[in-house]
């Protein structure tokens, strides 16, 4: 994917954090061209708010990819559940 | 007279507290758990173990957070479990949690370990009520790692609607994480 600016804004090394938001996700994916990559690693470097957004998506993305532990019993979380229930008495 | 019925009150009211609040979170301490102690059968104790506790104390609960407090009590509840195994901690109780760090992994403490599983596990929570369509594009990026394109080709739409509707599953995702107190931070 291919970064598209505005023309009055071609000429400026620097993106703003607009132009970061609309290619943020292709970014992250790795779908974005290599010469525009660059440019959004060094707003999101400089920027906090941008970089803040670009972690906790990272993050979501890796959240993700993440399988269920490895030795958990799917039949636990029935038990525990009547175990609370049966706390409360029901 | 006038006692017991305030302490039915009082207990009528606990009971309401733990089912709105407690039960829900079984499932995210359960994977927690997991994480924590690597074996289904401690898991289960340990939940047990911090599901008692949190209906002793869920009087004393503001009702903000609940996951939050839920798996505070989760690690306490695993500080105490490690100490009774490992008693030459008793002895030293300032170390205690740099001692448990040292059953998690990956030079996380346990605490950390506590919170990403808590993030994880909400993921999972929202990922699973998105719309089918979002849900469908999400497993093929995210989860399968294909590109837009072969995402694209895979469903025979735009590669924009993939985008699109990855973006909007993605922005979901976060709002409920932020609704449940799991915004960005600082660092991670």
Known sequence: MRLKRRFWRRNNAELNCKEVGQVLQAYLDGELEDADAPLVAAHLEDCRLCGLESASYERIKAALAQPMPEGADPEAIDRLRSFGQGLTGD | ?188
Request: hydrophobic share 40%; no cysteine; charged share 35%.
């Open chain 2, 1 to 188: 007279m006038a006692e017991q019925e305030t302490e039915e009150r009082d207990e009528a009211a606990a009971k309401a507290r733990f089912d709105e609040y407690v039960l829900p979170e079984v499932d995210v301490m359960y994977r927690v758990a997991m994480s924590l102690t690597r074996n289904s059968a401690d898991a289960e104790d340990l939940v047990q173990d911090a599901l008692l506790r949190a209906y002793r104390a869920i009087h004393r609960f503001d009702g903000r957070y609940p996951r939050a407090w839920l798996l505070t009590i989760l690690r306490n509840a695993q500080v105490n479990r490690v100490r009774r195994k490992r008693p030459e901690l008793l002895r030293d109780p300032d170390t205690t949690m740099e001692r448990v760090a040292d059953t998690s992994d990956g030079g996380r403490t346990a605490e950390e370990l506590v919170v990403d599983m808590g993030f994880d596990a909400e993921v999972e929570k929202a990922f699973e009520g998105l719309p089918d369509k979002f849900r469908e594009v999400v497993v093929m990026v995210d989860i399968d790692g294909l590109s837009y394109q072969e995402a694209a080709d895979r469903i025979g739409v735009p590669v924009g609607t993939i985008m699109s509707r990855l973006h909007r599953a993605r922005k979901r995702i976060k709002k409920q994480l932020e609704a449940a107190g799991l915004g960005p931070r600082e660092s991670s």
